[in-house]
């Protein structure tokens, strides 16, 4: 139940932040410093995440702790959100709201994140080829993650919002198989 009323409270302040971004156009300018605040809270016992969350901490602490680290690194409006959510002692949802605020960005630029699982990294040139292939076929924007597989033979399987496309030679085995089992 936590986690739900958590992914409400999440979904409320992403709503907040996307749509003061997109008031004063800095959808963008918003995602890459988010990208760069993610970087500096950690997930380690004694990360900054636990610090500017913890209920032990008083409120005027982790916002100075905050400012030192924050304060002319990001852009204010973020910095003023982050400033929020401590106030409200709501900072322990900061992931989810940058999850959902992520999304909401993406689908603002019409942009589908997804990832390729793939037997053996490509090069950037056959990164290429494989990401326009897959926009190809969504008629879509796409931003790729490629992982390395050990357990595919050959080939990829990629995955896009809710879109799957299977290319790997395990899948055709699989598929030739079930073939030969019903006759």
């Known amino acids: 139940m936590k986690s739900f009323i958590n992914s409400k409270v999440s979904l409320v ?13 800095l959808i963008e300018d918003i995602n890459k410093d988010i990208v760069k605040v993610r970087e500096t809270l950690g997930q380690d016992k004694d990360s900054l995440y636990k610090i500017l969350s913890s209920p032990i901490v008083e409120i005027n602490d982790k916002k100075m702790i905050l400012s030192k ?3 002319k690194q990001i852009n204010d409006l973020l910095f ?20 959902l605020y992520a999304g909401m960005a993406d689908e603002e630029s019409g942009l589908s994140r997804g990832e390729v699982r793939i037997s053996k990294l490509p090069d ?10 897959i926009q190809g076929l969504l008629n879509k924007k796409i931003n790729i993650d490629f992982v390395q597989d050990q357990e595919l033979i050959a080939g990829f399987s990629a995955r896009v919002g809710s879109y799957r496309l299977e290319y790997s030679f395990d899948t055709h085995l699989k598929q030739i198989e079930k073939k030969l089992i019903r006759g």
């Open 13 to 25: 302040y992403a709503r907040a932040l996307f749509n003061a971004a997109k008031e004063s156009s």
């Open 69 to 71: 680290v924050y304060m």
């Open 80 to 99: 003023n959100f982050l400033e929020l959510l401590i106030a409200k002692n709501r900072f322990i949802n900061v992931a989810g709201v940058f999850d």
């Open 124 to 133: 950037e040139e056959n990164k290429k080829k494989i990401i326009d292939s």
